[in-house]
């Protein structure tokens, strides 16, 4: 008879060049590179943003508290939940070579 085996949570992957890889102390998943990773999806949070505490509260589940999530979880779990939260949001995008301040 077959067995499921909890594998436990899926190990993030980087999303960055090897090469720029380095070591973080803050966060075990974000892999050095120091940029914010959603707690939900780990994927690079890529547009940062700031929404009212309570649309926060409204949208996220208790259990993620003021971890990460990114924008495409953000929107996703208050749409499914009915909420506005377009209202009164603000974004702070960061492209991976302004994280990096390699602009010219
Ligand atoms: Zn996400």
Redesign the pocket.
Known sequence: MAQLIDMGPPTPTPHVLPSLLSISHNNPFSVGTAREI?K????V?RVGFHVPDEVWQAAIPEYYGRNI??L??FTRLADERAIPWDHEIEFFPVSLVSHFGMTT
């Open positions: 959603c939900i999806c780990f994927d949070n999530v990114c495409t979880c």
